[in-house]
């Protein structure tokens, strides 16, 4: 079935560090991909997409490329703010699947100044 | 616009009895909605799929009679948390997807369900 691995977290950073989360899908087809962001005590807002290999998604300086090569969809962000700290989730949707979501586990960032 | 409304965004409750949470698409019809549950530090679990007009399609060793859902019209779906115990306490999505083209799902505020 389909899958999504994240990093594990809680990732650590200084304001203005530069932020890397990894994530990587096992999929069949072509499935569409996802970062989601939840901060504390509230629900799910979608961060940026991709649907199709090659396209980047990008949202507030946050950007992920998707990579079919290497099933990946590594969220970056150069230079973050104390305000970005959250969880973030990756996930994916497998167009024949639903709409399911399959999420990653989710990595805590705390970004302190 | 997809906006999907919850609530309540909290609630306490005593073991035993029941909570309804309520998920509202605000501006948009959603023949399908999505209860997730999330625990302490952790991913989410899909529930369940609601479906408008139909029964709900729960995920394997979730209870369906345990919770409850209704998806009575295109814009809400319920789930009611049946007997309620400490170990329900936790927190609860729900989402939905607009449609027309757009691949994103849409999630509400989430509700913090608290058994005492």
């Known amino acids: 079935g389909d899958s999504v691995t994240q990093m594990e977290g809680p990732v650590t950073l200084s304001e203005e560090a530069f932020l890397t989360i990894n994530c990587t899908y096992t999929?069949?087809?072509?499935?569409?991909l996802f970062w989601y962001v939840q901060y504390p005590g509230e629900g799910l807002q979608l961060l940026l997409k991709?649907?199709?290999?090659?396209d980047k998604g990008s949202n507030k300086g946050f950007e992920a490329t998707y990579r079919k090569e290497t099933t990946s969809f590594h969220l970056e962000k150069g230079s973050v703010q104390v305000s970005d700290s959250a969880v973030y989730f990756c996930?994916?949707?497998?167009?024949?699947?639903?709409?399911?979501?399959?999420f990653g586990t989710g990595t805590r960032l705390q970004v302190t100044l | 616009g997809a906006v999907v409304s919850q609530h309540p965004s909290r609630v306490i409750c005593k073991s035993g009895t029941s909570v309804k949470i309520e998920c509202r698409s605000l501006?948009?019809?959603?023949?399908?909605m999505f209860w997730y549950r999330q625990f302490p530090k952790k991913s989410l679990m899909l529930m369940a799929t609601?479906?408008?007009?139909?029964?709900?399609?729960?995920e394997q060793g979730v209870e369906k009679d345990k919770f409850l859902i209704n998806h009575a019209s295109l814009t809400l779906s319920t789930l009611t948390v049946t007997s309620a115990h400490p170990e329900d306490s936790s927190f609860y999505i729900c989402?939905?997807?607009?449609?027309?083209?757009?691949?994103?799902?849409?999630f509400g505020q989430g509700t913090r369900l608290t058994v005492v």
């Open positions: 989402s939905a997807y607009p449609g027309q083209g757009r691949t994103e799902a849409f």
């Open positions: 999929a069949t087809g072509y499935p569409s």
């Open positions: 991709a649907t199709k290999a090659d």
């Open positions: 996930a994916l949707i497998n167009t024949g699947t639903a709409s399911k979501l399959t």
């Open positions: 501006d948009f019809q959603a023949t399908t």
């Open positions: 609601s479906n408008e007009g139909s029964k709900a399609t729960y």
